[in-house]
């Protein structure tokens, strides 16, 4: 990327807090400065412009919660810059340092890399289990993706998160951006589409956000609800793509993970969690021929279904 290349951060924001403040306060940090910082806010009782009102370059786009789509309002965020990079970022991802934005930048290194994502460090309060799944997700060591990877990856050569990834805008623009309407998984979706255009994604393992999440198994079990949901609306991108091998994968290597520290207990939790996981994949991948009010009942997102029908 060239220097002078202009990077612009959009972020989806819904009741925000503390965190959300002190983000805002180490972008500003940041060794490479961004122009702009979108906020794509859903309207709630936080005071959002008071919060934001001395982050040089921050400007409030409020929409209602109706309104709100994982892929829609973040393409409407990215239709309001000009920059030729995009950063997007969610309100509870913190920069781990003042190096994010400049080693984003720097892992466009081939014209073929459209996009960049980071390496997501668990939180202090993360349990262990949830520890060595970011370890598993997020390596030391960074790579570039392309379509040869398939036969090693599968479904893991489409893999970029929101949670902080970088956009090249012209191309953004030109493949016409994130889906408009999608329940959940905006980001593999349009990374799907880059690898089989021939384009490439980096992972950036040195750029660095501080991101867990503590789910119970039936909060798993309602995520990969939706993630199956948004790759079975998409057989365009995830057909014929190898999927549930690299589940089974992390289960192996997390019990194994468990022996080795000592905590063979946690293997239980793991199963639990697991199974929670697969009946979550698997009723959403079969959501056609489920009822609306199980739809209903296994979906986070209940939104979504508005005017579905089976």
């Known amino acids: 990327m060239k220097k002078e290349a202009i990077i612009d951060a959009v972020i989806p924001a819904y009741r925000p807090g503390a965190e959300f403040r002190e983000l805002l306060k180490r972008l500003m940090a940041q060794s490479r400065p961004l122009r702009r910082i979108i906020i794509m ?32 309002t973040r393409d409407a965020g990215a239709r309001l810059s000009d920059a030729d990079y995009l950063l997007f970022l ?37 349990r262990e289990l ?3 799944t970011r370890i598993f997700n997020y390596p030391e060591e960074s790579r570039v993706k392309t379509a040869a990877d398939l036969d090693t990856l599968g479904i893991k050569t489409f893999f970029c998160s ?6 090249e805008r012209e191309t953004y623009v030109n493949r016409g951006g994130f889906i408009r309407k999608t329940i959940f998984n905006e980001d593999m979706i349009y990374a799907g589409g880059l690898i089989k255009a ?27 609800f939706d993630l199956a949901v948004s790759q079975a609306e998409h057989p365009e991108i995830f057909g014929g793509v190898a999927s549930e091998g690299e589940g089974i994968r992390l289960v192996k290597k997390t019990a194994a993970h468990c022996l080795r520290i000592r905590k063979p207990w946690l293997i239980v939790t793991l199963v639990w969690q697991s199974g929670w996981k697969f009946l979550g994949y698997r009723m959403g991948k079969s959501y056609r021929k489920l009822p609306r009010w199980l739809v209903l009942r296994c979906t986070m997102n209940r939104a979504y279904w508005n005017g579905y029908r089976r």
């Open 41 to 72: 806010n859903t309207r709630t009782e936080v005071d959002m412009r008071t919060m934001a009102e001395d982050i040089p370059g921050a400007e409030i786009h409020e929409l209602d919660k109706s309104e709100f789509d994982h892929g829609g």
């Open 90 to 126: 969610t309100q509870d991802a913190l920069p781990a340092d003042e190096y994010l934005v400049e080693r984003l930048a720097a892992a466009f290194t081939e014209p073929q890399i459209k996009a960049a994502y980071a390496r997501q460090l668990a939180r202090p309060d993360c």
């Open 130 to 132: 949830e520890r060595y």
């Open 162 to 167: 929101n949670v902080c990834a970088m956009y």
């Open 198 to 224: 021939g384009y490439a994604i980096a992972y950036a393992a040195d750029a660095r956000v501080i991101h867990s999440h503590n789910y119970s198994g039936l909060e798993q079990f309602h995520r990969n």
